[in-house]
């Protein structure tokens, strides 16, 4: 805050402080002329009417005055107020002393009150005081004139008190100039330390803001570091699992391709040694069951290399489907007549009702092959029992096992990439079959679950949309 602005708050205060003062002023006149009214009738029988009026109307101005000062906050010219309240007052009593008479009057004791109360209460300058309490000398000095005439020169009396009133309209004036000089020093330095406390004040709060921005962004980036661990954390727990999983498929995988391929190595040097080796009879049985192993091996790495395309297929999103209308009670016949040529095993085939849909029927071919052939796996022996109904909109196809079933917290895993349960490792296969039939239902915008208790077999139920 610049000082005109502190002149200007200054000047304010002054003139709410004025109206203050004016208004002890006004009571103090309301007070002083009405006290001695009482003693006039006794002590001055003669002009008890006349001091009655003039006590009267000064009360009456004070009173009004008083009244009027109320009413407002703020006096905009208080000097001039406090003059025209003092110079009225010094008047009033002027006139009583002219009706008393100046000899029998208290003297000048009531110009001294009234000097003393001016320069206590007028908050203005020395100068401007001091001038203020001469008008008040000069108003008593003029009543006094009025009734010495020209004797006032002559008395040394009257010439006492009037020094003695310049005297004290002097003492003060030095005293109001004083309390002024400090009244203004300390309005300046409280605005200062107010204008100090308020920059301080500001500068603790950008500080505060400051510091609160810094530990809401130190926050913020413990939570972005926090996050960027875990992340981290499960990327590396994923690329871990990940590193299992394709060292447990190439383990599996090897397993799984080495069988097939040391079988076609045996069959295929017996075959060498008996075309080099005379001794070594083969009948054309022999040969016929040795090329028919051959096939059957050759199948097998065939479809180990086909479940791992179709995983890629379905990891890409490129397992296209090449829907057409077709009887799907036919195509599961078909399966299981192939399974009855190739393994000879005669699978029941159960038939609620005809089924005719638009799928792909490859695809579905290959679901049905998948879950028959577990079946046969992990039947124990037993042969599985196939069925076909609708049921609520959905062609149904359950193929039931009689094997050992599967507990409970290995019935989501068998659905995953390479998930097989531990008692069965020593069944062949890569533990993809599940995984990729269910993804060929999925596309089919259908489902596939498993029923399945310990001891008491499986059932699994492929169902999709007509």
């Known amino acids: 805050m610049d000082v005109e602005q502190v002149e200007h708050e200054y000047k304010k205060e002054i003139c709410k402080q004025a109206s203050r003062n004016l208004k002890i002023l006004c009571l103090l006149g309301m007070a002083f002329f009405p006290l001695f009214a009482m003693l006039d009738a006794k002590n001055h029988p003669g002009v008890v009417k006349e001091l009655l009026f003039t006590r009267l109307v000064v009360f009456l101005f004070f009173t009004a005055n008083y009244f009027y000062i109320r009413r407002t906050s703020s006096i905009k010219k208080p000097t001039l107020y406090f003059s025209l309240l003092v110079a ?46 001469i008008i008040l000398v000069m108003t008593y000095a003029t009543g006094a004139f009025l009734f010495f005439g020209t ?26 100039h004083l309390i002024e000089k400090t009244r203004k020093e300390l309005f300046f330095s409280y605005f200062e330390n107010k204008s100090a406390k308020a920059t301080l004040k500001k500068e603790l709060k950008s500080k505060k803001n ?10 913020t980036n413990k939570k972005r570091l926090e996050k960027a661990l875990l992340e981290a954390q499960s990327a590396k727990n994923e690329a871990e699992k990940a590193m299992k999983l394709r060292d447990d498929f190439i383990s599996v995988a090897s397993h799984e391709l080495k069988t097939p391929l040391s079988v076609l190595k045996t069959q295929s040097d017996i075959l060498n040694m008996g075309l ?13 069951k040795i090329l028919e192993n ?11 290399i086909d479940d791992m395309r179709d995983v890629t297929r379905v990891e890409s999103g490129n397992l296209d489907l090449h829907s057409m209308k077709f009887n799907l009670n036919e195509l599961v016949q078909k399966v299981l007549n192939n399974f009855s040529l190739s393994d000879g095993v005669d699978i029941k085939l159960i038939q609620h009702q005809v089924v005719v849909g638009k799928w792909d029927p490859f695809r579905l071919e290959q679901v049905v092959v998948n879950l028959v052939s577990n079946a046969i796996k992990y039947g ?55 995984y990729i039939s269910q993804e060929i239902v999925r596309s089919h915008g259908g489902r596939i679950s498993v029923v399945s208790e310990r001891g008491k077999g499986s059932t699994f139920k492929v169902e999709i949309p007509l």
């Not at 400051?210 to 926050?219: G, R």
């Open 151 to 176: 004797k006032l020169i002559n008395s040394g009396e009257f010439l006492f008190a009037l020094v003695t009133m310049s005297t004290t309209a002097l003492i003060g004036a030095s005293a109001a």
């Open 380 to 434: 124990g022996g037993n042969l599985p029992e196939v069925h076909i109904d609708i049921k609520d909109g959905f062609a149904c196809i359950e193929v039931v096992d009689f094997g050992a079933g599967i507990a409970k917290e290995d019935q989501e895993k068998i659905f995953t990439k390479y998930g097989r349960v531990k008692k069965d490792d020593q069944v062949s296969g890569l533990g993809l079959g599940l």
């Open 88 to 133: 009225f007052g010094g008047a009033g009593i002027t006139i009583i002393n002219i009706f008393i008479g100046m000899e029998n009057s208290p003297k000048f004791a009531g110009i001294m009150l009234v000097i003393l109360a001016a320069s206590t209460l007028s908050l203005t300058d020395g100068l401007r005081t001091f001038f203020l309490n």
């Open 276 to 288: 080099d080796d005379k001794t070594l009879r083969l009948t054309k049985e022999d040969t016929k």
């Open 294 to 304: 051959f096939n059957t091996n050759v199948e097998s790495i065939n479809r180990l």
């Open 210 to 219: 400051t510091l609160d921005e810094l530990a809401e962004e130190i926050s």
